[in-house]
């Protein structure tokens, strides 16, 4: 099975829900256009896989990530440098996204810090934009291109 995207959130402002889209476009050395984490070059995009949330009884955009894939299980694990093609971009891991500390609080649950906690190593991949071709869309194939 290849990875998809499953679910695209564009966040208008920090702090409130991300909206579901069906198709975002991407500003080259920055993020998602029209989403407020553009302005944040090495914390411009977010991309989750969908297990995460499954195992934790989350819906897609509850963890404030703008793309939610399925069927790539390791990509908070992606070295920094790797390449990812989803759609008609192209990104590249910054890193790993450390859980922070008022995510629990924004999902209602009542231990934020077990929350907290049980997202380590499973909150997804901090990416840029590298080239922006086309839009991604949701149903779009994910691809690693290059693994650093």
């Known amino acids: 099975m290849s990875a998809r995207v499953v679910s695209l959130q564009l966040h ?48 897609p955009g509850d963890l404030r990530e703008q ?8 990509v908070t694990g992606l070295a920094e440098g790797t390449e990812l093609r989803i759609g008609g971009v192209t990104l590249r891991v910054n890193g790993e996204c450390e859980p922070c500390t008022h995510i629990g609080e924004m999902n209602g649950q009542p231990d934020v810090e077990a929350f907290r906690v049980s997202l380590v190593g499973r909150r997804g991949a901090l990416c840029t934009v590298v080239t ?7 149903g779009d194939t994910v691809t690693v291109l290059v693994r650093a």
């Open 67 to 74: 793309i939610t894939v399925s069927g790539l299980p390791d």
């Open 12 to 59: 208008t402002a920090h702090g409130v829900l991300p909206t579901p889209v069906r198709e975002v476009t991407a500003d080259v050395g920055a993020g998602i256009a029209g989403d407020s984490h553009g302005g944040r070059p090495n914390r411009a995009v977010l991309v989750i896989d969908r297990s995460t949330h499954d195992a934790l009884g989350l819906r």
């Open 132 to 138: 922006a071709e086309a839009p991604i869309r949701v």
